[in-house]
C-alpha cells in the first residue's frame, strides 16, 4: 500500500489569513488529487495534478505537485468560512484503479 | 462530471440485520467503486464493481459481509450484512472518469445500536 501522510491534522486560522496543508510519499505517483469534503457530504473533486513540479489555480487555492510526484501542497489565500472543511489528497496504487487517501486536514476558518 | 445519488442517506439499524445502499449515477460508466469512511477517519475502498463481472474486494473486505450487485452501467448497490456497531460508517460510491478522477455520491451515514 502506497501511504499518504498528511499535515497537519488539524488547522484552525482566522478569516483572511493564508495557510498551506501537505500531502507526503515516500512513493512515486502518476497523479495525485485534491478533494474537499464538507460535513455530511461526500468529498467534491478540486483538482488533478499530473506533471512533476505542475502548479495549479483555483481562485485562492494553488497546488503543487512535487518535481519527483512524491508530495504534493495546498495554499490558500486570504482564507474565508467557506473554506472550512477536511481537505483529502488520494493518489492511485499501483493497481491503477484503487485510489489512496491521505487521513485528510481538517481546515476550520472562524470569522 | 457526474450526478450521483445514494439512498438510503442515512439509517439507523439494529445489530445482525443487514442494509443495501443504492447508488445511481446519471451517465453510464464502467468504473463505480464503493469506500467506507469510519468516524473521524478517511477514506477506505472496500471494492470495484465493474458491470457484467464479480466485484473485486480490497484486503479485509469479503464478499460474505458486503456483497455487491452492478446490473447495468448506471447502478449498484452494496449489502452490510450482519450488521455489528463497528460497521457504523459513512458509505460512499464514486465513479470514475477521464481514467484518472474519481467523482462521489453524497454518503449513506449508517449507525448500528
Known amino acids: 500500500t502506497q501511504l499518504l501522510e498528511q499535515s497537519p491534522q488539524f488547522l484552525s486560522i482566522q478569516e483572511g489569513e493564508n495557510l498551506t496543508v501537505y500531502c507526503n510519499s515516500s512513493?512515486?505517483?502518476?497523479?495525485l488529487q485534491w478533494y474537499r469534503q464538507e460535513p455530511g457530504e461526500g468529498p467534491v473533486l478540486l483538482v488533478t495534478v499530473v506533471t512533476g513540479g505542475e502548479v495549479k489555480k483555483l481562485k485562492r487555492l494553488t497546488f503543487q505537485f512535487g518535481d519527483a510526484r512524491k508530495d504534493s501542497s495546498l495554499h490558500i489565500t486570504a482564507a474565508q468560512p467557506g473554506d472550512t472543511g477536511l481537505y483529502l489528497c488520494a493518489g492511485y496504487s499501483n493497481s491503477g484503479y484503487a485510489l489512496n487517501f491521505g487521513k485528510g486536514t481538517s481546515l476550520l476558518v472562524t470569522p | 462530471s457526474a450526478v450521483i445519488s445514494q439512498k438510503p442517506s442515512r439509517d439507523i439499524c439494529q445489530r445482525g440485520t443487514s442494509l443495501t445502499i443504492q447508488c445511481q449515477v446519471d451517465s453510464q460508466v464502467t468504473m463505480m467503486f464503493w469506500y467506507r469512511q469510519q468516524p473521524g477517519q478517511s477514506l477506505t475502498l472496500i471494492a470495484t464493481a465493474n458491470q457484467g463481472s464479480e466485484a473485486t474486494y480490497e484486503s479485509g473486505f469479503v464478499i460474505d459481509k458486503f456483497p455487491i450487485s452492478r446490473p447495468n452501467l448506471t447502478f449498484s448497490t452494496l449489502t452490510v450484512s450482519n450488521m455489528s456497531p463497528e460497521d457504523s460508517s459513512i458509505y460512499l460510491c464514486?465513479?470514475?472518469?477521464?481514467?484518472?478522477?474519481?467523482?462521489f455520491g453524497p454518503g449513506t451515514r449508517l449507525t448500528v445500536t
Open positions: 464514486s465513479v470514475e472518469f477521464r481514467g484518472n478522477e474519481q467523482y
Open positions: 512513493s512515486v505517483f502518476s497523479s
